[in-house]
């Protein structure tokens, strides 16, 4: 049986230029989307699990931009679509910047 969706497209964080990884983290939901994955084991949380304020289709777009800007990286569990935050490749990328914005997340 073949999957009712297509696979999710990856960019590798080595290809996101610095303005898109920036622009990725400037959102309110897509930051509690990577605050929730930080806190969270690979692969153990599906795109309904997040405590946001918006729609599912919205929730999808915030992955894709997530997914682009080589944050996130998607599969497909059966029906269910899971997630992992690419946390030392966007580190290799971008040094510090996971951090910063996570800790000053907490600041505010």
């Known amino acids: 049986m073949s ?6 497209e990856h960019t590798h964080p080595a290809d996101v ?4 990884a920036l622009d990725a ?5 897509r930051i509690q989307l990577v605050r929730e994955l930080a806190g969270s084991e ?4 599906t795109c309904g699990s997040f405590d946001v304020p918006v729609r599912k289709a ?8 997530l ?4 944050l996130v990286e998607q599969r497909d569990m059966g ?3 899971v997630n992992r935050l ?8 971008f040094p510090g910047l996971l951090d910063l914005v996570l800790r000053a997340d907490r600041e505010d």
């Open 67 to 70: 997914r682009a800007a080589g």
């Open 58 to 65: 919205a929730i999808s777009h915030h992955f894709s931009v």
């Open 17 to 20: 230029p610095l303005l898109n």
């Open 86 to 93: 690419r946390r030392p490749e966007f580190d290799a990328r």
């Open 42 to 45: 690979d692969w153990t949380r």
């Open 3 to 8: 999957s009712h969706r297509p696979a999710p």
């Open 79 to 81: 029906p269910k679509r």
């Open 25 to 29: 983290l400037a959102d309110p939901v």
